[in-house]
T-cell receptor, first 112, second 112 residues
Framework: SQQGEEDPQALSIQEGENATMNCSYK?????LQWYRQNSGRGLVHLIL?????REKHSGRLRVTLDTSKKSSSLLITASRAADTASYFC????????????FGQGTTLQVKP | NAGVTQTPKFQVLKTGQSMTLQCAQD?????MSWYRQDPGMGLRLIHY???????DQGEVPNGYNVSRSTTEDFPLRLLSAAPSQTSVYFC???????????FGQGTRLTVV
């Protein structure tokens, strides 16, 4: 399997704190994406970072990518109870097929 | 726009039965994929398509067939359902092979 790994598997924080999730992958990539999944729902795209980028921001989200270490991190600042969800990283290859390889996800609980 | 629509949302099958999971998108996306999600395993790619008339296998294709006769539709067929196919199935589409994916709400399938 080419699945990546995410850590931690579960994270519980208080509202207002920052949450950091890490993702490692195995093969060379064209891009890395982060998705959120609320319980029982579909996945929602959060942010995409290309292999030639090192950092990207979107609102309260900050993503970093280190291709030499084959790793990425997602930082959610000033978390809210509504951020409670599972977060997945997914890698896109250079093959231009639309295929994504997903990590196993991090379950985030933000306590009010 | 409806985005990616999956039907049915829930289905119970008996071992050996066959059925088709429907997926339709109204965004004129060329790239479509089917994933299954099992507890603790993230999403795994079953089949994907880069355009009408073109399909290919993903990581876990056994027991499933797909076809892509139109840009809009990408049905997934279970040939002879087995309990190991109990899972949540997600369809996704993207307008480019290296872009964000849009997911349907999923089909929760139970095989008894």
């Amino acid at each position: 399997s080419q699945q990546g790994e995410e850590d931690p598997q579960a994270l519980s924080i208080q509202e207002g704190e920052n949450a950091t999730m890490n993702c490692s992958y195995k093969t060379s990539i064209n891009n890395l994406q982060w998705y959120r999944q609320n319980s029982g729902r579909g996945l929602v795209h959060l942010i995409l970072i290309r292999s030639n980028e090192r950092e990207k921001h979107s609102g309260r989200l900050r993503v970093t990518l280190d291709t030499s270490k084959k790793s990425s991190s997602l930082l959610i600042t000033a978390s809210r109870a509504a951020d409670t969800a599972s977060y997945f990283c997914a890698t896109g290859s250079s093959s231009n097929t639309g295929k994504l390889i997903f990590g196993q996800g991090t379950t985030l609980q933000v306590k009010p | 726009n409806a985005g990616v629509t999956q039907t049915p949302k829930f289905q119970v099958l008996k071992t050996g039965q066959s059925m088709t999971l429907q997926c339709a998108q109204d965004m004129n996306h060329e790239y479509m994929s089917w994933y299954r999600q099992d507890p603790g395993m993230g999403l795994r790619l079953i089949h994907y398509s880069v355009g009408a008339g073109i399909t290919d296998q993903g990581e876990v294709p056994n027991g499933y067939n797909v076809s892509r006769s139109t840009t809009e539709d990408f049905p997934l067929r279970l040939l002879s359902a087995a309990p190991s196919q109990t899972s949540v199935y997600f369809c996704a589409s993207s307008y480019r092979g290296m872009a964000e994916a849009f997911f349907g709400q999923g089909t929760r399938l139970t095989v008894v």
